[in-house]
């Protein structure tokens, strides 16, 4: 599998590519705004740079550039480590790094375009003679005030996006679900067990940083099948896929199999173990069918999937622990999935709650 093929590598993209996006947009927006101020001139022709095809597409690409850097540093690391700090404590202290971060990148980027525009070599002396006169002038504090503008912007979409969850952020902003609309979806309902005893042994708040290290857990293996998490119910999670996502190399399957791994690993049962004297365990029913997907919502708007394949995956999970099975699939899905690579073991029809018709249904086992 190359680096591109890879569907966490591409989840990360997708993360931080709207930072170069937002730094672009708003770096344009501002030299718009500054362009007819001044009435289309260079009227401080000793601090700031004229602006000609070559300044302005050299501008460009490194404000988008340094979007894209923004993102990954926020993405991959900042955002991590302030990720259980308040709100105002999130944007003060990245603020500060990241204006630190600009302060050198503007101090670098400035010679660079005063020598384009004067076409000369860097060390020209009329080239730093203009970025002296540049860092001690109001041209300097209106750039660094526009770049903690565009920071505080990247901050906020940051903090959205963590909150609603970036396909949802981009599927609003994108108006894809505006008009609902039909689709084929795989539905998965994962369910912790023992779930009940677990929570009276270790008491409300303890148990609510159990179930925050166990999403968090299982979020890789989410992400490496191409899953997208609709909903945490409780101690239950709801991973759907688009129906040729779900069904690519077993994806749907094989996310089960790879959360089951991710907790069975020594350093993670162990830590669970150590810290809160428990391993925990799930077992998930898959299904797949036609859903209506739109925006829905008065007072706060979400994406929602409504159709019979969630109420029919939902009474498929509750069967797991009767006929003591980790995961069960229903013959719609099993007819659909590639037998290569995949085991089938037929557990009969079985009545489900609210239907008419029996479903048959199968315990899958991957090769």
């Not at 690391?77 to 308040?86: H, S």
């Not at 670098?108 to 003679?129: C, G, K, M, N, Y």
């Not at 290290?213 to 899953?227: E, F, H, R, T």
């Not at 997907?293 to 994406?303: C, D, H, N, Q, R």
């Amino acid at each position: 599998m190359t680096l591109f093929s890879n569907p966490r590598f591409r989840y990360q993209v997708k993360r931080i590519m709207p930072f170069g996006i937002i730094w672009l947009v708003l770096s344009w927006f501002i030299l718009f705004i500054e362009s007819m101020a001044t009435g289309h001139e260079n009227q401080r022709p000793d601090t700031d740079i004229t602006v000609t095809w070559s300044i302005f597409l050299f501008a460009s690409l490194a404000v988008f550039l340094v979007g894209l850097v923004i993102g990954a540093v926020e993405v991959l690391w900042l955002g991590r480590l302030f990720k259980y700090k308040a709100f105002w404590q999130k944007i003060l202290y990245k603020m500060g790094f990241y204006l630190l971060f600009m302060l050198v990148i503007n101090l670098i980027t400035f010679p660079i375009a005063a020598s384009i525009e004067l076409q000369s070599s860097l060390f020209d002396a009329q080239v730093w003679h203009k970025f002296s006169n540049y860092i001690v002038s109001a041209t300097f504090l209106s750039t660094m005030v526009s770049l903690a503008f565009s920071i505080f912007v990247s901050l906020l979409y940051s903090d959205i996006s963590e909150h609603l969850g970036h396909n949802v952020l981009l599927n609003f902003f994108s108006g894809k679900y505006h008009q609902p609309k039909e689709e084929s979806r795989v539905f998965m309902f994962l369910d912790m067990k023992s779930s009940t005893s677990f929570a009276e042994q270790l008491g409300h708040k303890t148990y609510f940083r159990f179930l925050s290290d166990y999403y968090n857990q299982l979020s890789n293996a989410i992400i490496q099948n191409k899953g997208e998490v609709y909903q945490y119910v409780g101690d239950e999670i709801v991973v759907t896929w688009e129906k040729a996502d779900g069904l690519e190399r077993h994806n749907c399957i094989r996310c089960f199999y790879d959360m089951k791994q991710s907790l069975q690993l020594q350093k993670k049962s162990s830590y669970f173990e150590e810290t809160y004297g428990v391993v925990p365990s799930f077992r998930a029913a898959i299904h797949t069918g036609p859903v209506t997907t739109g925006e829905i919502g008065a007072l706060k708007k979400e994406i929602f999937f409504t159709g019979d394949v969630l109420n029919v995956t939902a009474r498929i999970q509750k069967l797991c622990k009767p006929l003591q099975q980790e995961i069960i699939i229903s013959e719609a899905l099993a007819e659909q999935l590639a037998p290569k690579g995949l085991q089938l073991e037929p557990l009969g029809d079985m009545e489900l709650e609210g239907r008419k018709k029996p479903v048959e249904l199968f315990a899958p086992r991957l090769d």
